[in-house]
């Protein structure tokens, strides 16, 4: 199974490197070594700065990533301050929307996932699902 994980400057170290732990664990418990192939999928080629400083490699851009990607992960970051690479990964996204067969995001990765929703227009009961997913509705009060 391939999983695709975005990667972009000021993207969150811990949710990219966590998600592949994750997957690493889950394919050696079920003894499946090579059960995860992993893409690490960048706005552009070259080596991509975290938020803390830690480098990342892409395996690929967002113009050549592979079209068998079966989960597209999302994780938390710094908001991308270029208005056209934002709108570039914003319109990748909603095509990404129909590929792949789960986009999921981490943390803050989910004020992606609703960009790309409002760009696509894609109406009131998805947007009204992410809230749900959002949303914590506590049993009482919380007090500050």
Same mark, same amino acid.
């Given at each position: $199974? ?6 972009? =400057? ?21 003894? %499946? ?30 113009? =050549? ?18 208005? =056209?690479?934002? %709108? ?28 790309? $929703? ?12 992410? =809230?749900?997913?959002? $949303? ?9």
């Amino acid at each position: $199974m391939r999983i695709g994980i975005l990667i972009f =400057a000021g993207v969150h170290a811990l949710e990219v490197g966590g998600a592949l732990d994750v997957f690493y664990r889950a394919a050696q418990l079920a003894h %499946q070594p090579a059960a995860y192939q992993f893409e690490l999928i960048g706005l552009q080629q070259g080596p991509v700065r975290a938020s803390n400083g830690m480098l990342f490699q892409p395996t690929c851009t967002i113009d =050549a990533a592979p079209h068998d990607i079966d989960t597209l992960l999302l994780p938390g970051g710094m908001p991308l301050h270029e208005k =056209a690479a934002r %709108q570039r990964l914003i319109h990748w996204l909603v095509q990404q929307t129909a590929a792949v067969r789960r986009l999921r995001s981490i943390s803050s990765g989910t004020l992606l996932r609703a960009l790309s $929703m409002v760009e696509e227009d894609l109406g009131a009961q998805i947007a009204s699902q992410t =809230a749900r997913e959002l $949303m914590i509705i506590p049993e009482r009060p919380i007090r500050v």
